[in-house]
T-cell receptor, first 112, second 114 residues
Framework: KAGVTQTPRYLIKTRGQQVTLSCSPISGHRSVSWYQQTPGQGLQFLFEYFSETQRNKGNFPGRFSGRQFSNSRSEMNVSTLELGDSALYLC???????????FGPGTRLLVL | GNSVTQMEGPVTLSEEAFLTINCTYTATGYPSLFWYVQYPGEGLQLLLKATKADDKGSNKGFEATYRKETTSFHLEKGSVQVSDSAVYFCALPGVTGGGNKLTFGTGTQLKVEL
């Protein structure tokens, strides 16, 4: 079974721009969670989507948003990029009953 | 919410040495506990998990036992290899029974030398 896929793998943007990252979960997984990983703050939870609805939200500004489609694929968007948004963004999906999260390879975003 | 404390790294060991990475947690109830591993330039891989007290998770020679008396979930391996060099994260749900929001430790970098 294919794992979690994320596109693009690498991205370079400039301050003020916006970016959209995509995540395709493992087949049959309906929950998708997003995390930000930085050297200073470590791994921080952004939000979780289940059946196209946001179920959990972390402590990030409104510039960070997401959505989930009917096929469980998810996107996250960051508007008005800041230098501090440079990070590895990880997506994870989980099985409806098992609950264990499986991660994708991540999208590395560099904001210049 | 739940939280986890993990030993600081980096940890440098010689090949075939014994590994212990300490992890202690604070939680309401008895949530599942996880160890994830991150190899350079990659995402997180689930290494092992335990879903209830006294459970032992194991995979690829790594083991961890869910000890509710000491609120610990230490990771151990009897003989490390160079290929085990990576960053290891201890994790648990941010809120017991509260969906898929994981709280992670700060990560412990392991370097194994020949």
């Amino acid at each position: 079974k294919a794992g979690v896929t994320q596109t693009p793998r690498y991205l370079i943007k400039t301050r003020g721009q916006q970016v959209t990252l995509s995540c395709s979960p493992i087949s049959g997984h309906r929950s998708v969670s997003w995390y930000q990983q930085t050297p200073g703050q470590g791994l921080q939870f952004l939000f979780e989507y289940f059946s196209e609805t946001q179920r959990n939200k972390g402590n990030f500004p409104g510039r960070f948003s997401g959505r989930q489609f009917s096929n469980s694929r998810s996107e996250m968007n960051v508007s008005t990029l800041e230098l501090g948004d440079s990070a590895l963004y990880l997506c994870a999906s989980s099985h409806p009953t098992e609950g264990t999260q499986y991660f994708g390879p991540g999208t590395r975003l560099l904001v210049l | 919410g739940n939280s986890v404390t993990q030993m600081e790294g980096p940890v440098t060991l010689s090949e075939e040495a014994f590994l212990t990475i300490n992890c202690t947690y604070t939680a309401t109830g008895y949530p599942s506990l996880f160890w994830y591993v991150q190899y350079p330039g990659e995402g997180l891989q689930l290494l092992l998990k335990a879903t209830k007290a006294d459970d032992k998770g194991s995979n690829k020679g790594f083991e961890a036992t869910y000890r509710k008396e000491t609120t610990s979930f230490h990771l151990e391996k009897g003989s490390v290899q160079v290929s085990d060099s990576a960053v290891y994260f201890c994790a648990l749900p941010g809120v017991t029974g509260g969906g898929n929001k994981l709280t992670f430790g700060t990560g412990t970098q392991l370097k194994v030398e020949l």
